[in-house]
Structure formats: structure tokens, C-alpha cells
């Protein structure tokens, strides 16, 4: 059986790659990472999502002392407006996240002869960051091939050029319990609603005809 | 003034790197990790040259609760026996380590607005690790260019064609007190003389015509 890592925030889209990396034969580890977030709801999510799937997670403690986003600011009111449709890369961009997130699953994979890193990047209906795009994803590969002593891992990003919509579909078709995925920037009991990440799940519901939950 | 990030061990090559960007007018920061070594004389040797320097410095606490190397083996005699000459990459390879460092420098290089990390990584008189590499550096680059924010940080690597007599040399011009500076595998007072990494810094020493300190 084939073995993968799979990074799991708690969102929709880190959920949903889980689960089609299970619907694809994968014996799956999953990574979640405490870097500083604001709330830790995202956290129990995704704890939730790897219980309820028998996943073995770990949570891996990251301390990015520079700062430098929104999303990990001690700042309450600090910059989480919504950017959505503006241009260039929004405040909520955390410096090189995805690429230290990989890092360690590259390290995990290695340590563990895992054959594939899947990630729930998508290059759509994004929030314009650039460690989301297909080209980031393909130049990882070839840094695979040159410097690590595994030269076969593959990054795999099933929903890289899918719509928002398209992702809640296929998360309906494989059983996601969307219910229990979190994606709003801000804790609480209930998403915002406002913040980029509330309004691009809402827009993705809105356009796959379904109601968010 | 320019701003570098700089990986510091607190070995030969580190430390020669240290007072390499220094001497080129960067304004540095070090980065030193805690990664779950055997022992701790090495971040001892690394906070030393960096507060002799002068140059801020972060200690980076990271578990890799994996393992998968000689080097972070809770094993007391786990492979640290010479490899040197041996084909293939030897057990004291950490899955993923530079990979995992680099991350952090670039998410720190792109929070403060660096515009370079230095690297003391050598090809040479290296152990056979392929994140020692030329051609892993030269991917690294692309990655920059296509998944971060801040697409044009550089990574420099002064000393990656040197043999390490030449690197042996290069610190004398600068200065660097070698005496303070760790490479040895294993803790304890002194270095071991059989691992290694001690006999690569004998042999630079030997064939820089210099005795070891």
C-alpha cells in the first residue's frame, strides 16, 4: 500500500485532499501545523477530520518569532479586511508558510518511505498567494529531485485547477463532512462571514447550488 | 546597508560563512537550530561566534519526531562510525534538514526584507549529502522566484567549490577564530577525531599546511 503525507489545516480544501487521498489507496499520515494562527479552531477541525477518517496525525509547534501576516499578528485588529479582488498578494500571506509546511512533510516522508506529499493548494479561487500556484508546486518537484536522498516523492495538489465549487462537489461526492471543516480566518463559534476565506466558501457554495454549512 | 540571513552550526564552515557576508557589508542575523542533536556543544560554539560578531542571533527549536538519522538517533552508538569514502549518502543525513532550514531563513529573509541567506554549504570535501549540492541550490533559486512573495532573496552559498583546506584558508584571512568553532559529530570536551566530520577538518587542516585547533 502505498503510503502518503497529507498537510491538513481543518479547511475545505485540505479535508477534501484528504479524503481523495484515501479514495485513491493511500495510507495517509496527516501534518498539522500550530504556527501562531490567531484561534485554534482550525486546529480541532482538523484533529476532528483525522480522528473521524483514523488518521494518524501529529501537530507540529512552529514558532515564526519575525511575524510578518496577519493571520499569525498579536494585533487583534490587525489587517484580516477583506482583499479579495484587489491585486497582489494579500496582508494574510504568511512568510514561506507552505514552503516550511512541505519541508517538514518532505522530512516526514523521507524518514518514513512515503511515496507522495499531498497538498489542498489551489491556484482558482484563491487568495493570490504564490506558494499556491502550479509553477511553486513544479519547481518543488525538481528541488525533490536534486536535493534529497528520495528522489521520487511526488507533491501532489488534486486541486490545484479546480473552482471553488468544483471542490465542494467532489467533497460531496467522497462524504466530506464539510459540517465539521473550518476556513474562517477569525475563531469564534461561528464563521465571519466577511473575512476572504468565509467569502470564497460562500461563492463556492453559492456556485455549486448548495447551501455552506 | 543589505541584509542577510545566515545559517549558523557553529562549525568551520558556518562561521567562515558568517564572517564571509560580514566582510561583503551585510547586515546579519543568524539562525541556529536546535533539531534534537546529540548533543548541545555545537549551538554552544554557534552563539558564541555570533555574539562575538556581534550578529543577532535566533536559537530555532524544531522537533523532528521521525527521526531517521544517525545524527538525531536516540540510540547512544547509533552509526556514527566513519563513512567517508563510502558510496551513497551516509546515516548522519537528516531527511530534509537544509531544506527545513532554508524554509525558516526565507520566511524570516522575507518578514525583515533580507535580501540574501548564506549558506556554508560545501560539494567538495562534503559527506555525500545531496542538499550539499551545486545544482539543489540552483532549484532553490527557482522556488524563490516562483512561490515567494519577495521573489528576488538570493541564496549564496561562498564556500560550495572550495576543498576545505581552501575554506581552512579563507577563514584565517578573515579572522575567523576557529578555535571556537565546533564540527565534531559527537559532544564531550573534545572533538572525537574519528567521526566524520572531524576527518574532514583534519584533512583540511593537513593539506592547508596548518595545525588543528
Redesign the interface.
Known sequence: MKKAIVLLSGGLDSSTTLYHAKSRGYDCRALIFEYGQKHSRELKSAAAIARLTKTPY?I?????????SALISKRRQCALSPFVGKKG?PPT????????F???A???????GADAIFIGANAIDYSGY??C?P??Y???Q??I?????DRHIKIVTPLIKMTKAQIIKLARKLDVPLEITWSCYKGGKKPCGTCDSCRLRDKGFAEAGLTNI
Do not use: C, H, Q
Open positions: 501529529r507540529m509547534k512552529i514558532k515564526l518569532p519575525w511575524g510578518g498578494i500571506y504568511v512568510p514561506a508558510r507552505n514552503t516550511i512541505i519541508s517538514f518532505l522530512s516526514y516522508a523521507e524518514a518514513i504564490p506558494d500556484r509553477e511553486y513544479k519547481a518543488l525538481v528541488l529531485k536534486k536535493g534529497l536522498r
